[in-house]
């Protein structure tokens, strides 16, 4: 049995991460990252396309803004 807590991550966290809109949440998942076990975080196809395009449309960022956001934080 595997004893490792295995997370999938969601659309709502990877953008609190990136944006800092929310610090205390951003806090809580940069914390996710570093502590969790290595190959336990998940992040499915349909999450990274939700990403960019709330990035896009509600944030507003250019393309690059959010590659280079994505590429610096993660």
Not at 3 to 22: A, G, V, W
Request: glycine share 2%; hydrophobic share 40%.
């Amino acid at each position: 049995m595997n004893k490792n807590i295995d997370y999938i991550l969601d659309t709502n966290i990877l953008i609190r991460f990136l944006t800092h809109d929310s610090p205390k949440h951003a806090q809580r998942v940069k914390e996710l990252f570093y502590t969790a076990p290595a190959r336990s975080l998940t992040i499915p196809d349909v999450v990274i396309v939700e990403m960019v395009y709330v990035l896009l449309s509600v944030y507003q960022l250019t393309k690059r803004n959010a590659k280079d956001r994505g590429e610096r934080q993660m």
